[in-house]
Structure formats: C-alpha cells, structure tokens
C-alpha cells in the first residue's frame, strides 16, 4: 500500500495541483513522504457532483446493503493491517496500543451503525390509517419516515486520527443515514487518511455502489473545506476541532442561501466537582485518577478534564499535593503537531503569568514537541472576574478553582458555557449537595458522570457526546453512539399516495418488519393479531 | 372579559409604557379599542428572568402534571365563548366557521400533547447497563433521556390566529417539553391575544405552577420580538411568518454569544402537479377543487397552491378553463390585514405586468381590503428563467406552469426552493411517471400528497408540516403533529450516577412505566420477565 498523496474524487484518484504540503513526524518535526497534491475548485466540483447524482440511489439502498457496506468498510480498515498502525503513530505521535485501540473502536462504530440499519427504528415509520367515517371531515392517511440530508461534508479530526476522521463517527452515521460523504482530510494526518479513504473507496467498489458516496480531498490550507461547506449541494456538515475553525464554518453554513446544519464539537473545559465527602474520604486516589485522565493521550482528549471545582480547606490541600505528585510521576508525551504544541505552551504560559493564578506543579520534561502537564489553582473570585481563565488549554493543563463553600462552587458552575461532560465525585453524603447541583449540571453539560472522569467516550445507544455551544454546535445532538444518526435525517409525511408509490418502509403490511408507530403508538405490525 | 390592553409577565398584568397600537377591524381598517401598550425591554427583562427562574422547576414537573396543564388551558380557551370568536372574526376578517374550527383545532392540539406527555415516548429514555465483567475495560451503566432545552420565545402568526398563535403548536410543544414560553403576541390580533393570554395565564395559575412559564408581551414594532431572540436565556424560537422576518430572527439568533435554534416556518408556493391520466381523466373536477383550496381562508393558507404544473396540450386548457370558471364564481374574502391586502395586490400586479405572463382568470370583486384571486400562466421556459415567480405571493394567486413534457416538468420542479408540501394528481397510469418524480419531491417538500391539496394540516403523529429552506428554516423539524416537541429538547446522557440521583425516568425499576430502550433495542420493562 504505497502512498500516492492523491485525493480521491469517486473511484478516481486524482492527484490535487493546488499546491502541496507533507505529513509531519510529531516526534521530529520533520517531514514525511508522499507529497499531497491541494485539491483544485475542480476536483470539488467533480466531488460535490458525484455526492449530489449518487444521493437518490444510494439513499433507497436496502438497510442491508448499508450495513454491509458499513461492516465492508471495517473489514478493509483492518486488511491494511501494521501499515496504518504506524503511519499513524508517525503523524501522531500516539503510542502504538493508542491507535490500535482506536482501530478497534473505529471498526466498532462501523458494527454498531450497521446494527442500527439492521434495526430500523431511525426511520421511524409511521402510519395514521385513513379515517373515511370521521365526522365532520373524514381522515387522510399520513405515513412518515425519516429521509437522508443529502451529501454530507465530513472534517477529520487531529486528536482522533481514526474514530472521529475519515471512516469516523461522523462518515459513518452519515453513510448509515443514506448520504454520500465528502471528506476533508485532516493536514495533520494525510497518510493515514489517505489509507482509510482508500479502504472506504474499495468498499464502495466492493459493494457494487455508485462511486459518488464516498470522496476524499486534500488540501494544505482552509480554502477547499471552506468551498465545500459553501456548496449548494452539500447537506449538513461534521466537525471535530478547534472552536474558532467550528464556527467560522457555522458562518459560512449560515451563510448560504440554503442555511444547513453545522455539527461542531468544538471546545470544553469538562469540569470536575470533587464534593466534601468524597474529597475528605479518598481525595489522594482521586487525584490518582485525575492525573491520568489529565495526561491520557497527552490531554488531548475533547473530554479532557481541564477544570477542577472543590470547596478550599484540608482536604483540597491533600487532593492538590496528590496530584502534584502524581503528575511530578508521568512521562511527558508528544502532541499531535508542532503547532498545538505551540499553542499548548502559550496556554500555559498565559495560565503561569496570571498574578491571580498559582502554579502548583509541572509534569516531567521529554522531546521536543512533548506536553509538559501542568497544574494550577485560583480563587472562586479570580474565576469569575476573568472570563479568559474559562477558556480550553487544548493538552495536559488544568486549574483547580478553590471555592469558599459550595454556593460558591455553584455560582461557579452557572458561570461556565456549555460543556461536553461534568464529572462529579461524591459519597453518600454528598447526595444532597448533587441534587442541587443537577439542575445546573444538566443545562451545562451533554454528559453527567459520578467517579470517573470524561476521557473514555463509550460507543453506545446512550451516549451523549455533545453538549450546549461551545461544546458543540447543536446541543440537540451527539456525534458519538447510536443517535449520531439523527443528524443527518429529516421525516417526510405521504398522504393518501397509492400502496405501490410508498416508500417500502411504509406499505401496508409492513414488509420490512419494522417496528412502526401506528397512530402514535409502537408496535411491530403483526402484533395486533399476535 | 373586558380587554386591558396589557402585556402579561408572569401572574402580573403590566401596560406597557413604550408607545401604543390598535388591533384593526379587517374588514373596515378602523382601529378596535382598547390600545396596546407596547411592552418596554424592563418588561422583557422581568419576563426573561420569571421564565429563567421558572425552567428548573417546570421542566421536572411530572407527565401527569404538564398534561393537566395543557388540557386547563384548552378549557381555559373554550371558556371564553363566543368573546374570543367575535374579536376574532373582527381582527382577522375570517369568517365565525372558520374561527370555531380553528379554536377546536387549538384545543385538540394542547389535548394531543397531554396524550404526548402521557405516553412519555418523547423522554426517549435509554439504559445502557454496565458490565463489569467486559474486557479489555469494563463498561459504564449509561442512561440517556431528552429534557427540555430552557425557556422558548413564540411569534404568533397572522394567518392562524388561534392554532397557529398564543396558544398554537408552538406554545404547545414548548409546554410539553417542559420550556416556559414567553409569546411575542401578533400585532395583528392583540385582542385575540389578550384572551387567549390570559386563558393559560389562569392555567398556569389554576395548576399551581410557576408564574414564569407564561408570559406574553405586546409590542406595535419589531424591537421587543429582537430582543427576546436575541436574549441569553431565551433557548430556541418558534415562528411562522414571512421569509423575510424569520430569515431577520434567524440571523439574530446566529449572532448571539450562544447562538440558537429559530424554527421558522416561512415561505411555500406549495407546487401542484397534474399528470396527464388524472388531467384527461378528471381535469374539471379537479379544477373545481383547486379553486376552492386555492380561496380557502381567502388564500391565507401556509399550503395555499401557488403553482400548478401541467403538460400544456387539450387537457390543460380545459384545466385552465374550468379552474377560471371556477374562481369567477367564488366570492371574494377580506383578508388578515390591509397591509398583507396590499401586499397582495402587489404581488398580483407584478405577475400581470410580466410580458411572459398570461392572466387566465380573476375572481369576483368584494370590500375595500378583499382580496380578488388571480389566476396566471406562464411557460417552463420562462419560469426557469425568471426566479422572481417562483416568489410566493400570499394570497388566493396561483400561476400555471405549461410544460412541453413530463421531462420538463421535472426540470421546473428540480429548480424550486424547498416546499412544506407537493401535491400529485394522478391516475394508475401516472405511477411510473410519479415513480420518476418522487425522489425530487422528498428533496423539496415535507410533505407529499395524491389526489388532493395541502390546505388542510391534518394535526397527526405521521404529520409533518415543515420542509427544507425557504418552506423552513430546519428541515429536521415539523411545527405540526406530535414530533414538534423534538424541537425543544436535547439528550442528556448520565453515567454510573447513583440511582436516587437519577431522573426518574431512568431509575432502576422503571418508576414512570415508560418504554425505554434497553441496550438499543425497545421494550417496556417487566417485559423481560414475561
């Protein structure tokens, strides 16, 4: 599988003349072979004009055929074997078990949306049955289902070269749902988009599908992503990154003469509440867990915990001096680029220069591009009157806000934007405490979790991976689990149409076994006679 | 129920101090008593703030509880009598029929989400349960359920002054969903909005809830409607209306810090097509038909058909004959308001100074502010080439669209904006004609029917009324039938969270007896153990 630095336009792989840039070794700095080729307005246009003539056909595939296809793509994800193992740790500088457990959730997702197309409820099929006696106007039939976007614009994420990029949560919601793809590739990791692209491309061959779903282009700057969120026929749009680049990509959305949905997941400090209780009963094993959740993947989790919130005293003193300690005890890690290692190291630097802010410890030394963790404290006070101290240090940095009480730590709470996780750590007598604080937690947060922390995002139907702006974009939706499918549905209702006109999903007799909402209620048809 | 002219903030009645409006009687343009006070940004603040403070409470009210609510309310409303009907027919021009209609609407709507929040569906509530054995890492216990996503701003409308207004279905779906509404009532019925005001004020009071979650302000211009989208506490909009406003909220609302949904429903010209069997079969009748959706509420209708597309030929002329006939017989109706009259007569004089444009029919002559409908033909030709008639024109004005070929008339159809519905007439031997269409119409409409008009929303669990931009500003979304409360929600995912900590949705043993979705697939608990 030897590289070509060519986007793929359908089942074309085209070499992109629009300039050209390299994948980066994150350990070196140094460039890597192959060269990739910018992707032209011309090779968009050709994408965007494959994903639009593709879209009909490929929507009314069968739930089957979708869910092959889905497993197709993990199977050939797989058959690229070491190859992509060490492309990626190369462009990332994530340790080999990393990207081999992230292969593994990323294939999983795959299973997991193909499950979803086996069952069918996304569509939610409904029937209202005509009402021909109904008194003063007689009843129509109405039968609903949900219908794909359209083309959707997929941007890989940095930290997650796998599970939130090219054959990510996003692309593979989005093929679930019926929408041809187009992917942005992220610059930060083209050799590895290009060896899952390719893996996808084979897949849509495999399974016989009009080469328009799936498309990949490359680009070293901002202008082709910019172009393809712009196009009048892509859909709606999936994002993992940075808050700025997510909203400038709202603005253009926004922008157009058709709006579409933007979904961004963009930035989130994920608090931690250590409550009295818990902090007193086991405050140095906490600090255990925080420190490798602070650390874990070099911090560059969007869950990482970059907030602490606990009421000042003995205790949060002990918790503190723990925490220390342990960070004092973890080897540095290399970031992802050179550059979020700069940023990474301005955030700290900014946090360190704070007069109101106390730097209680710094994590070990390494290479030169590896995050040095650090921890700091300020007051409940100083929180509040510096919105700055709000803001995401993207990487292994967090603050521990020491409150006077915990209506102090409360007000904290309501003063922060919206956030992927809130971490809670409480005993049982710190339930009343919890209970005043849910109410503010669940406006805050997408994810409420009790002695854990937010790193580790479970694939699952009750996953929500999201949260109120700027977490995301859309707090109505999660990018992770089974409703990340949501995003890219819209229902339509037939009314009174011939059998033999109706989409499948909804004829009489249900030949699709789907389990329907009949004038509101769910059953699977046949149970009425059952 | 003497009318007060005040603004309603919370349990308190406030005249508004920032200038004055009349409602204005229909039919003659004089100006009704009582004046309006148009309510002041401290009337606004103190709506806001009553609504912030309310949410918490409201939001966790039980099922029974807000059910009981929404159904005080339609007795509230039926216990106006006829006060409500007679300022209602004078501020609208629509005739008694019509008014009582729309209010049994009104009432069956609110009865619909009490049986909505009965069912508890909605919740979705989920439960993925630990496994603690999984290797290679345990898995967390992860609950999900929908809450509410915080306090709604709603704009009445001008053509639904009941169903689609103070206490329509956004205000419905909003109380459903556990958000307080605070309505910007249309200056257009301010009488019509008092009452109905006050009907769910006395609910809000009679069920002992929160003040907050009802207030409704007046205000003669746009400053106060502004205000409230623009708001940080105000979390989601509903509005139906013109492109032209919704499109303004919508830009104010994308601008905000935390930018926020506006479901805006705006503009439809709600395309009919004539395949040839039914055109040869049944052209005349279907021509009386048309006239008469065409006239309904003298045009005013969201789904009122602003265009016909035909094969041009005999069978067409004999359409356009029958359908002239038709309308000349028809008499004329007042319309909403003198302003929306002149609009109308606007619109209507573009079309007939357009040398492309042939009128066919005109309807009868009536008072000074009735509108006189208008019928128009146009080519394919000419309509592709000129965007500005595919402009909706509120009003009884529709404009026939001669195609060469059924071919054509995809290419007119493919070339529309986004519509809330398209509407088939067809025979069996049209299906593999419409077999060819059908894809285009689900890109274009919410809404697909046979043999029949859009007017007449049916208010249905399989209903949607909404559609892709302009119809809409979120295609995701319906503003009629029981998925309108999606609108107003958001998943929120809770992690090994102790079970007195739960919501109750989601403890252990199912206390509510909801269906809930156990490790992705539905049942009803207990049902494990049958």
């Known amino acids: 599988m030897t590289l070509t630095g060519q986007s793929l336009i359908g089942a074309a792989n085209v070499r992109g003349t629009n300039g050209a840039f390299h994948g980066v070794d994150a350990r070196t700095g140094e460039a890597l072979e192959p060269a990739f080729g910018g992707a032209t307005q011309q090779d968009l246009e050709r994408a965007c004009a494959l994903a639009e003539s593709a879209f009909d056909a490929y929507r009314e595939t069968s739930l089957e055929a979708r869910a092959a296809f889905l497993e197709t793509i993990g199977e050939q994800i797989n058959a690229i074997g070491d190859a992509l193992i060490e492309r990626c740790m190369a462009e990332t500088g994530l340790p080999r078990a990393r990207i081999e457990g992230e292969r593994g959730r990323t294939v999983g997702q795959l299973k997991l949306f193909a499950a979803v197309l086996r069952n069918g409820d996304f569509i939610d099929a409904r029937v209202d049955p005509a009402q021909p006696?109904?008194?003063?106007?007689?009843?129509?039939?109405?039968?609903?289902?949900?219908?794909?976007?359209?083309?959707?614009?997929?941007?890989?994420?940095s930290n997650f070269p796998l599970a939130f990029s090219v054959a990510g949560g996003d692309t593979a919601s989005a093929l679930a749902a019926g929408c041809p793809v187009i992917v942005k590739a992220h610059s930060a990791h083209p050799?590895?988009?290009?060896?899952?692209?390719?893996?996808?491309?084979r897949a849509v061959q495999a399974c016989g599908l009009p080469e328009?779903?799936?498309?990949?282009?490359?680009?070293?700057?901002?202008?082709?992503g910019q172009a393809l969120v712009a196009d009048h026929r892509i859909k709606a749009v999936g994002f993992t990154g940075s808050r700025a680049a997510g909203v400038a990509l709202m603005k253009i959305a926004n922008a157009r003469p058709e709006p579409v949905p933007v979904y961004a997941e963009m930035s989130s400090i994920n608090p931690v509440v250590l409550l009295p209780g818990a902090l007193a009963a086991r405050g140095a094993a906490i600090a255990q867990q925080f420190a490798a959740s602070l650390t874990l993947g070099a911090g560059q989790f969007c869950t990482n915990p970059g907030l602490v919130l606990a009421v000042q005293g003995e205790a949060l003193r002990t918790f503190e001096q723990a925490a220390s300690a342990a960070l004092a005890n973890i080897g540095a890690a290399t970031m992802l680029t050179p550059g979020i290692h700069a940023n990474y190291c301005k955030g700290v630097e900014r946090l360190a220069a704070?007069?109101?802010v106390e730097r209680l410890a710094s994590g070990a030394q390494g290479g030169r591009f590896d995050a040095q963790a650090a921890l700091f404290a300020t007051t409940a006070e100083a929180?509040?009157?510096?919105?700055?101290?709000?803001?995401?240090?993207?990487?292994?940095?967090?603050?521990?806000?020491?409150?006077k009480d915990l209506g102090e730590l409360h007000g904290v709470l309501k003063a922060l934007e919206g956030q992927l996780t809130v971490a809670l750590h409480l005993e049982s007598a710190d339930h009343e405490a919890c209970r005043v604080l849910l109410p503010t937690l669940e406006r805050k947060a997408g994810r409420i979790l009790a002695n854990g922390f937010g790193t580790g995002v479970e694939v699952a139907h009750a996953m929500v991976h999201g949260g109120p702006f700027p977490a995301t974009t859309d707090a109505r939706t999660t990018s992770v689990g089974s409703r990340a499918i949501e995003r890219f549905l819209r229902p339509v209702s037939y009314q009174d149409l011939p059998d033999d006109l109706l989409p499948v999903a909804l004829r009489e007799g249900n030949p699709l076994g789907l389990t329907r909402r009949v004038d509101g209620v769910i059953h699977r048809e046949g149970n009425r006679d059952d």
Do not use: H, Y
């Open 133 to 157: 006696e109904r008194k003063p106007l007689p009843r129509v039939d109405l039968r609903l289902r949900n219908i794909a976007l359209g083309p959707v614009a997929v941007f890989g994420a």
């Open 191 to 201: 050799g590895t988009s290009e060896l899952v692209g390719r893996a996808i491309q």
């Open 212 to 224: 328009g779903v799936f498309s990949m282009l490359f680009d070293g700057g901002l202008a082709i």
């Open 354 to 356: 704070d007069p109101n």
């Open 383 to 403: 929180f509040l009157a510096q919105p700055a101290l709000r803001n995401e240090v993207f990487g292994p940095a967090s603050l521990i806000v020491r409150c």
